[in-house]
């Protein structure tokens, strides 16, 4: 390449990073429309693709008709940076714009995703444009088309793994999500300016070519080839070692070319879920992924223009990658499934730096895959391209085809081939499609010999043998089941994941435990969980129904009149079924992304009583954020939260400053809303943000801690009094008290015991943090940060008693008030030792705790469930 060409890639380097840090902006605004969901979002992200596709379409069948083509790539750049800016603007503000046009929400799903795709498409069709261009511009000499291709996809495609490391990492979590886009569009701006310097520095006119060109006479190749080369010039002749037969051997390389897309985003949608079902899905877990991806797609792209162009036949080469990428994609399913203990080694090699421990596991799983996966495409066009001129062209449509195998594949994969047959035969199913390629295309290969065809048909026929033998049918579930303590009662693999309820039973580990005496192990304290992904939704123990539980009794407890009740998140439907004990409430909708998490409710029935099938029950299957925009008019008395832990990928949104406002707007007068609050998942300062973000919004708020480090947010616009006859008197229904009691609580001032702060001091934990906000998801991006771990004695440095807030309030229990507020306390300090390893200390505080205020479930099952034996010996 000559000098100037070089400083054209190194320019199409950040052109890259701006694309790609504009499409995780997008995919960020619009999951506020569409909802959060694997659906929606692979219907996005696929509008995005087919963007990218159409532009290179267009815009390549027109590349032979540009003189300055650096000079029309400087416009396109231009056109990208204002566009896409444009475009994201009215993203951000898109559930205002359709509020005001009269559709909250956006409507039924299928009009959000064409909306969605009507603000999404038009920018990537523009940035679609810009690789034939750049195409047309270095290729100089028709047999280093396919190497100069290279260099430039290669250095675009590492400029897309910047940027995804930069929005993922960095950009997004430090400034937000607006003014990560504009500096995106500023980055487009100067490639424009530098490029349309340079082309008017530089460029002279090229020969344009139209379609009545005499070369382009009866032409019926889709690539905009004819298979006439015989008056070509020696400079424009078809490069040494491809196939021949003109126009039908274009239509194969085409199809091969789609069914290559296919195949390769099929294996990174089965990548993507499956290190979300083994590492922690958050963020960062996405995004180092895709980096990995990318990286290798670089690599291969690299290695092809340096070590594989010219020395090897182009079809040879095309086919042997589909050979290599079946056993590569075998192998890779091993190596997700030993992801768990490969995590564990690094994170004993690389202590301290998860963002890097991420990426270095998905290099393991998939960079020399998706390395093969690089080395095809520029091979292709090299191998598809038989005129120097239609270089664009070919680029293009390939660039098409390619993109749209990789739409169906993301789509058949994702939501057919995986809820039908797993993740595991999902990946022999693609893998086996590499294969039939290679055999394709070695038929179709009129220079292999017959050596050649019978070691490929040999190669191909061992994909489905071999996968059989390196992991038996269930193999890959099992690995996921043995990361996770219990005993499988169900395993679906849907469309959003993996969800498995779980059994536990205490005995078995007592059995396990030296010296655990008889009785202890007899203690009937079993319990079970629901599991989705990496992370644990809920359980039934005491630790857990104890919160989930209070997220409904005390709204319940509280309001006046609690008739109509939302529920966001079902879990095992225990804060469902609290709510259902309560014979007041007329109805109860709730809302859940997951249909098999709602399938999974018998198996917790004794904590959930059946609730789904109580006729005051109405499900919804949407998104929890969506639902509060679709339904304006909607109002209710309580609220209820329970999404998981905000550090989840893209769960942020269900804890911002925006959420409560729409909350605000639902409750009905008097109404209440509760949010749960993992503490002990953030860090300090992380923390003070939620609690921000609530207190800007809602006048009068509480915090309150009923178990573990689990906290509960009581908001409301109108003063929460707490009326002990009225607690009372609901505590006195059999259903009501039951459930309380099954929670450890015995009476009114033990759950109220539990409170912590109220606004004054909540005002003061958060002074000096800002909320967490839709545009700035800062709790999302928690390790681009050293700060200081969460410390529940800070909360409690502040601990102010309700009584300020409590009518009706008997002398007794003002007595034993303050004993249980400091046995609640105790019992956080406790769990905040177990969770910093410090299982003597915490065991101290719980036996402090049960001296202050008697042994109840909660406590008893703490230290055993915590230290099986140790409080039993220290007890008995």
């Not at 532009?55 to 029309?72: E, K």
């Not at 750049?134 to 028709?142: I, Q």
């Not at 940027?163 to 993922?168: E, F, H, S």
């Not at 209070?550 to 006046?560: D, K, Q, T, V």
């Amino acid at each position: 390449m000559r000098a100037r060409d070089l400083g054209v890639v190194g320019l199409f380097f950040l052109s890259g990073t701006s694309g790609l840090v504009f499409e995780v902006v997008w995919l960020r605004y619009l999951s506020l429309v569409v909802g959060h969901t694997t659906f929606a979002a692979s219907l996005v992200v696929s509008g995005f693709l087919g963007g990218l596709a159409l532009g290179s379409y267009f815009f390549g069948r027109r590349a032979s008709l540009v003189t300055r083509p650096l000079r029309a790539y400087a416009l396109l750049e231009l056109a990208t940076g204002v566009v896409a800016l444009v475009f994201t603007w009215l993203l951000r503000d898109l559930p205002r714009i359709t509020a005001a046009l009269g559709v909250p929400g956006g409507g039924p799903l299928g009009a959000r995703v064409v909306l969605s795709l009507l603000l999404v498409v038009p920018p990537a069709f523009v940035m679609g444009g810009t690789l034939p261009l750049l195409t047309r511009f270095v290729a100089r000499e028709l047999p280093s088309v396919g190497k100069h291709f290279g260099v430039l996809y290669g250095v675009n495609t590492l400029g897309a793994a910047a940027g995804a490391g930069l929005a993922g990492t960095w950009t997004i979590g430090a400034h937000g999500l607006w003014k990560t886009a504009c500096a995106a569009s500023i980055v487009n701006l100067g490639v424009a300016g530098a490029s349309l310097l340079l082309a008017l520095r530089t460029e002279k006119p090229e020969l344009a070519t139209s379609a009545s060109t005499p070369d382009d006479a009866g032409d019926t190749s889709p690539l905009g080839e004819t298979g006439d080369t015989s008056a070509t010039p020696a400079s424009a002749a078809p490069a040494a070692g491809g196939p021949k037969g003109g126009a039908g051997m274009a239509n194969v390389i085409l199809v091969a070319f789609a069914f290559a897309g296919f195949t390769s985003i099929g294996y990174e949608v089965l990548w993507f879920r499956l290190i979300g079902m083994f590492v922690h899905s958050t963020s960062y877990a996405f995004s180092m992924s895709l980096v990995a991806f990318l990286v290798g797609l670089v690599l291969g792209a690299l290695i092809y223009a340096t070590r594989l162009a010219g020395k090897y036949r182009d079809i040879e080469v095309f086919t042997t990658a589909q050979l290599f990428l079946g056993f590569l994609g075998l192998l890779s399913m091993v190596a997700l499934g030993h992801s768990s203990a490969l995590a564990a080694f690094l994170a004993r090699a690389l202590p301290g730096d998860v963002i890097l421990r991420l990426l270095v596991l998905a290099a393991i799983v998939m960079l020399v895959p998706s390395t093969v996966i690089g080395v095809v495409f520029p091979c292709v066009v090299q191998l598809a391209t038989k005129h120097l001129r239609t270089a664009g062209r070919t680029v293009g449509t390939l660039y098409a085809v390619n993109t749209i195998g990789g739409i169906v594949g993301s789509l058949l994969v994702g939501f057919v081939t995986i809820p039908l047959v797993g993740t595991q035969w999902s990946f022999v199913l693609v893998s086996v499609t590499n294969g039939l390629l290679a055999v394709a295309l070695v038929r179709f290969d009129t220079q292999a010999t017959q050596r050649e065809r019978v070691r490929t048909y040999a190669a191909a026929a061992m994909l489905a043998p071999l996968s059989l033998f390196t992991a038996p049918p269930g193999w890959l579930v099992g690995k996921w089941l043995a990361r996770n303590a219990g005993q499988p009662l169900s395993v679906v693999e849907g469309r959003d994941g993996i969800v498995a309820v779980l059994s536990h039973s205490y005995e078995d580990s007592c059995k396990n435990e030296p010296g655990c005496p008889a009785e202890c192990a007899k203690t009937p304290w079993d319990f079970r969980q629901i599991v989705s992904g990496s992370v644990s939704y809920a359980s039934t123990s005491v630790l857990g129904r104890r919160y989930m539980s209070s997220l409904a009794n005390l709204p319940m407890l509280s309001h006046p009149k609690p008739n109509d009740v939302l529920l966001v998140c079902f879990g095992t439907g225990t804060t469902a079924g609290t709510f259902a004990r309560y014979d007041e409430m007329k109805s109860l909708t709730i809302v859940d992304v997951s249909p098999d998490v709602l399938a999974a409710a018998p198996y917790f029935e004794s904590e959930n009583h059946g609730v789904l099938k109580d006729p005051r029950t109405k499900t919804v299957l949407d998104d929890g954020r969506h639902f509060l925009e679709a339904h304006p008019s909607a109002k209710f008395d309580v609220i209820s939260f329970e999404p998981p832990p905000p550090i989840s990928a893209g769960i942020v949104s269900l804890y911002t400053r925006e959420l409560y406002a729409l909350i605000s707007k639902r409750l009905a007068p008097g109404g209440q809303v509760t949010q749960w609050i993992p503490l002990q998942e953030q860090s300090d300062a992380q923390n003070r943000m939620l609690v921000k973000s609530m207190l800007e919004v809602f006048p009068y708020v509480s915090l309150w801690i009923p178990a573990l480090n689990e906290a509960i947010l009581l908001g409301s616009n109108e003063p929460l009094l707490l009326d002990m006859d009225r607690w009372r008197a609901r505590w006195a229904e059999p259903k009501v008290g039951a459930t309380l009691a099954h929670a450890g609580f015995a009476a009114p001032v033990d759950l109220l015991g539990t409170f912590v702060a109220d606004r004054a001091a909540l005002e003061k934990y958060a002074q000096g943090f800002g909320a967490v906000t839709d545009d700035l998801p800062v709790v999302e991006y928690a390790l681009q940060r050293r700060e200081r771990p969460f410390e529940v004695a800070d909360l409690y440095a502040d601990h102010t008693s309700p009584l300020p807030s409590v009518i009706g309030i008997h002398e007794d229990e003002r007595v034993r008030l303050p004993v249980t507020m400091a046995a609640s306390e105790k019992m956080a300090l406790a769990a905040k030792a177990h969770f910093e390893g410090k299982p003597d200390a915490a065991t101290s505080l719980v036996l402090e705790a049960e001296k202050l205020a008697g042994p109840n479930a909660y406590t008893e099952l703490f230290g055993h469930s915590m230290y099986p034996c140790v409080l039993w010996k220290d007890r008995h």
